[in-house]
């Protein structure tokens, strides 16, 4: 039977909205004696909340669908026999809170300085930048606190995902991407840089949603190998895709300012190949993709092949 990508993901993006309404702190507390501050959790609810294509949590879903024995229709589970969906969206979850938490202060003066995500002012623009900075900051820390739930997880799991999430988060995967991108304003970049750049900044978190969903399952080196090159290949091909949407979309299709990237002088894959270049090479990116997924043995990766399409085509 075809895959019906758009029902799968409405499924399962209820499910995870759910969940962040859930996880990110729902209520906020009166007195600084029961928990965070008020604002704090304000902020934080903003940041997460009611936005964004959700994409790193429908890729880590669709990974663990992939390699699970069983496959049930766990969006529809009752709260009794949820055991196995629960790890996954709490891994799903984790990485949707890194990947906010860094727009947040992507956007902040100091960074990017941007005043629109998502269709609304950023962060810092409603709450303030010291505001921003703290909710970056708890999201962060409120990812891993999501996978080291005290029951329903095994140890060893909750250190896999863990160690997933802290290296592509880290120097060596988006902050040293960003790093990279902040000292490269006004400076030619070679390809070969410009990819390296984006494989850390954008690529690893992608690449690591792919990962954590497989860690959740038991999978041959086949299947491994094949599920890391899907998710390097995609992970770039956003890029690519993003910096052609900077130059062909506007601000109210794109949720964020267009034209951004060519005002603040910095590379991209446009500037550098030019845009059709660049398209050609997001096509070939997506052929990379969907090879990886044929040879990796697994054979329940429709999911996964509608999330690489969706990547190179989406207009926003």
């Known amino acids: 039977m075809a895959l019906d990508l758009g029902a799968w993901s409405a499924a399962h993006l209820q499910q995870v909205e759910r969940a962040l309404d859930g996880w990110v702190c729902a209520s906020a ?35 663990w669908e992939s390699v699970s024995a069983e496959l049930v229709d766990w969006a529809g589970a009752g709260a ?14 984790a990485v949707e809170l890194i990947h906010a938490y860094s727009l947040v202060h992507d956007d902040m003066p100091c960074m990017d300085n941007d005043v629109l995500r998502r269709g609304k002012p950023t962060v810092h623009v409603k709450f303030g930048e010291a505001g921003a900075l703290l909710a970056g900051d708890a999201l962060q820390a409120l990812a891993f606190e999501l996978l080291t739930p005290e029951a329903g997880m095994p140890a060893a799991q909750q250190a896999r995902l863990c160690s997933l999430l802290a290296r592509a988060a880290g120097s060596a ?120 997924l044929r040879q990796s043995g697994l054979h329940q990766t429709q999911t996964l092949q509608g999330l690489a399409a969706m990547v190179v085509n989406r207009v926003s």
């Open 80 to 93: 009794s026999d949820r055991g196995p969906y629960e790890a996954a969206l709490r891994a799903a979850c």
């Open 173 to 292: 995967g988006m902050a040293g991407g960003q790093a990279i991108d902040l000292a490269s304003v006004g400076v030619a970049l070679t390809e070969d840089q410009l990819r390296q750049m984006h494989r850390l900044k954008t690529g690893a978190l992608l690449q690591a949603s792919v990962m954590m969903g497989a860690a959740l399952g038991e999978i041959s080196d086949a299947a491994q190998r094949g599920l890391q090159d899907y998710g390097a290949a995609i992970g770039l091909a956003f890029q690519v895709v993003d910096d052609i949407l900077d130059v062909t979309a506007d601000s109210v299709t794109l949720g964020k300012t267009a034209g951004k990237d060519a005002s603040h002088d910095k590379p991209t894959y446009v500037s550098v190949l030019g845009l059709e270049r660049s398209a050609a090479y997001a096509q070939k990116l997506l052929a990379q993709a969907l090879l990886a």
């Open 29 to 63: 507390p009166v007195s600084l004696e029961h928990g965070a501050p008020a604002e704090l959790i304000a902020a934080m609810r903003y940041a997460v909340l009611d936005g964004g294509k959700r994409l790193r949590p429908l890729l880590v879903l669709a990974a």
